[in-house]
T-cell receptor, first 116, second 114 residues
Framework: EAGVAQSPRYKIIEKRQSVAFWCNPISGHATLYWYQQILGQGPKLLIQ????????DSQLPKDRFSAERLKGVDSTLKIQPAKLEDSAVYLC??????????????FGPGTRLLVL | AQSVAQPEDQVNVAEGNPLTVKCTYSVSGNPYLFWYVQYPNRGLQFLLKYITGDNLVKGSYGFEAEFNKSQTSFHLKKPSALVSDSALYFCAVRDDNYGQNFVFGPGTRLSVLP
C-alpha cells in the first residue's frame, strides 16, 4: 500500500512570496490533515478535512493560509504571503474513515519550508 | 482542552538496556493516546495506541506502553534498546470530550549509545 505522498520535499522562498504544498493521501482514506511542525516542537494541527469538507480549521491562520480538497482526494495548502515565522515542516496525514477519535493517522514525509 | 507533556527533552540509554520515554496528559473526558517516532528528514511513523482495554499496549519494533489512569501517564518502554531506536518520539492525545483535535507533545529525543 502506498503511503501519503507530499511535494515538494523542500522549498526556499523570500518573505512575502507565495508557496503551495501538495498532498495525496493513502488511497481510500476519507480524512486528511495538515500539520505545521516548527523546529523543536511537536506538530500542530492546521486543518482537517473529511472527504471534501472542513472538520476543523480553528488553528489555521486564515489571513495568509488556505487549503482545499476539492474532490475529496488530494489537497493543497497555500501560504500567501509568507512570513519568516512560517519556516517549518508541513506534514500531511490521512486516516481511513469518518475521523473517529481512535483512528490512527498516517503521515507523509513532509515539506520543509524556509522563508528568508 | 487536552494537553500533553513530555518532561524530558533528551533521554540517553546504552544499547541493550531498557528504555523509557515519559508522557503525561490532561483531558476532560476519556483519552485516546498515541506514540509516534520521527527519524531525520522523515514524517512521523505510528508506533502504538491506547483506546480502551488492557493497560499494556504492544506496538511496532518491540515497543510497548503502559496506560496509567491514576497518574495520567502513558510511558513508552522497550526492554532492550537498539542504536537504531535513536530518534525523536512524540506522544499525542485525543479527548473524547473535545472533538477531533489531536494534540502532540513537544517530543523527546532518544539517543541509544553503542
Amino acid at each position: 500500500e502506498a503511503g501519503v505522498a507530499q511535494s515538494p520535499r523542500y522549498k526556499i522562498i523570500e518573505k512575502r512570496q507565495s508557496v503551495a504544498f501538495w498532498c495525496n493521501p493513502i488511497s481510500g482514506h476519507a480524512t486528511l490533515y495538515w500539520y505545521q511542525q516548527i523546529l523543536g516542537q511537536g506538530p500542530k494541527l492546521l486543518i482537517q478535512f473529511q472527504n471534501n469538507g472542513v472538520v476543523d480549521d480553528s488553528q489555521l491562520p486564515k489571513d495568509r493560509f488556505s487549503a482545499e480538497r476539492l474532490k475529496g482526494v488530494d489537497s493543497t495548502l497555500k501560504i500567501q504571503p509568507a512570513k519568516l515565522e512560517d519556516s517549518a515542516v508541513y506534514l500531511c496525514a490521512s486516516s481511513p474513515g469518518g475521523a473517529g477519535r481512535q483512528e490512527t493517522q498516517y503521515f507523509g514525509p513532509g515539506t520543509r519550508l524556509l522563508v528568508l | 482542552a487536552q494537553s500533553v507533556a513530555q518532561p524530558e527533552d533528551q533521554v540517553n540509554v546504552a544499547e541493550g538496556n531498557p528504555l523509557t520515554v515519559k508522557c503525561t496528559y490532561s483531558v476532560s473526558g476519556n483519552p485516546y493516546l498515541f506514540w509516534y517516532v520521527q527519524y531525520p528528514n522523515r514524517g512521523l511513523q505510528f508506533l502504538l495506541k491506547y483506546i480502551t482495554g488492557d493497560n499494556l499496549v504492544k506496538g511496532s519494533y518491540g515497543f510497548e506502553a503502559e496506560f496509567n489512569k491514576s497518574q495520567t501517564s502513558f510511558h513508552l518502554k522497550k526492554p532492550s534498546a537498539l542504536v537504531s531506536d535513536s530518534a525523536l518520539y512524540f506522544c499525542a492525545v485525543r479527548d473524547d470530550n473535545y472533538g477531533q483535535n489531536f494534540v502532540f507533545g513537544p517530543g523527546t529525543r532518544l539517543s541509544v549509545l553503542p
